[in-house]
């Protein structure tokens, strides 16, 4: 099994930056992808960012091309957050998708931008 604790949220003002972690623990070695995604009230949860351990990083939204910034490594993800604006303002999940087994959520983590 694989447990992913997310860490990082909070409230910030426009402008102003969050560092998320996502620490993963158990049966890690066949994680081949850390992700997080994010669910606003009344939206679908939508991909944020990516990391692949062979190599190479993928955003989802244009809006967060240039402010988030996705690194770490199978033991932690990091997401880093600049620039916030309001509508940034969600759960934001982390996503570690596994060789031949069940991809595994984490609990999330509540990100609020006050404008």
């Known amino acids: 099994q694989v447990q992913l604790v997310e860490s990082g949220g909070g409230l910030v003002q426009t402008g102003g930056s969050l560092r998320l972690s996502c620490a993963a623990s158990g049966d890690i070695f066949n994680i081949w992808r850390m992700a997080w995604f994010r669910q606003a009230p009344g939206k679908d949860r939508e991909f944020v960012a990516g990391?692949?351990?062979?190599?190479?990083t993928s955003f989802g939204a244009n809006s967060v091309k240039g402010r988030f910034t996705i690194s770490g490594d199978k033991n932690t993800v990091y997401l880093q957050m600049n620039s916030l604006k309001p509508e940034d303002t969600a759960i934001y999940y982390c996503?570690?998708?596994?060789?031949?087994?069940?991809?595994?959520w984490g609990q999330g983590t509540q990100v609020t931008v006050s404008s």
């Open positions: 990391i692949r351990w062979s190599g190479g």
């Open positions: 996503l570690a998708n596994r060789d031949g087994t069940a991809d595994v």
